[in-house]
């Protein structure tokens, strides 16, 4: 078995039963869903991926993400990629998604193709879940199955964004209950926080930590120093460009790799969020497992993905598919 894909279809290791537990809660999903009704979608979403990789790396990290925001806020059907229109804000164009979440087009192009060869076939939710499993195993992470058979839904609300994504600022208990509202562990929050091993974010999104943490502190403790002072020069204080970005890990950010536990452990972690894991003892413990133990963190990650992919799926009857993923069918 190669050690860079994972296949998930053997019971006999912990994790791996623990994914195929998961393909039974939700039976109507399947692996290899579209074997019979359209035997290349997974190729074909791939092949777009590996398209778009190759031009930019940084469409990996875009994909992994937009995959959780999109299961994070009314289950993984699609809603992320539905465009605004005059009467209605979508998911896209909140300020936790817009201008930072990218993609797009790689489901667009995917899309396009699997239309013309197995039209009203493949929902854009599953085209998204691939994409991002591709992603993973493009950069270097353990690849696993994606159970398939979502369908699309017809809703995306911007205003539904607050409740249900986690901001930078927030600490561990509000990590926590945020997650285990999505049906996840606490370890299992540790585990998919490491996505942010790849990537980039926005001055934005941290620069108060450097400039205005608190009333007697404007730079945050916690930050390693030198770390602050290279942030500085990328972020100056007070510039009127919104688009200035920096990889979320300085070392490795175009890797799925362990790098981001050892940067919270050398207070290297980007975010609020991120390096808040050091302030509990019991994810304290899990970054520091992590760290040392990048095959064990890879199962796991791959294995909270597939269970990830699972939340408040749209199957059978339920939403449609959608003949463009931009726009909900009329």
Known sequence: MSSSRIRMLSCYSTLALLACQLIVLKAELQVGF?????????????????????????????LVRMHFHDCFVRG?????????????TAEKD??????????????????????SLCKGVVSCADILAFAARDSVEMTGGIGYDVP??????????????????????FNVPQLTNLFSNKGFTQEEM????????????????F???????NSTTPQDPSLDPQYAAQLKQRCPQGSSNANLVVPM?????????????????GNRGLF???????????????VRQNAVSPISWGLKFAAAMVKMGQISVLTGNAGEIRANCRVVNS
Request: glycine share 6%; net charge negative; hydrophobic share 30%.
């Open 148 to 169: 398939a058979g979502r369908r699309d839904g017809r809703v995306s609300l911007a205003s539904e964004i607050p409740n249900n994504l986690p901001p930078p600022s």
């Open 34 to 62: 579209y074997s019979s009704s359209c035997d290349r979608a997974e190729l074909i979403v791939k092949d777009e991926v590996q398209k778009a990789f190759v031009r930019d790396r940084g469409v990996a990290a875009g």
């Open 76 to 88: 993984c059907d699609g809603s992320v990629l539905i465009d605004s229109t005059a009467s209605n």
């Open 94 to 115: 909140s300020p936790a998604n817009n201008p930072s979440l990218r993609g797009f087009e790689v489901i667009d192009s995917a899309k396009a193709r699997l239309e």
């Open 249 to 265: 890990d300085p070392f490795s950010p175009a890797i799925t790799d362990v790098s981001y536990y050892t940067n919270i452990l």
């Open 272 to 286: 609020t969020s991120d390096q808040s894991l050091l302030t509990d003892p019991s994810t304290a413990n899990q």
């Open 207 to 213: 620069s108060n930590r450097l400039y205005s943490f």
């Open 190 to 205: 540790v585990t998919l926080s490491g996505a942010h091993t790849i990537g980039r974010s926005h001055c934005t999104s």
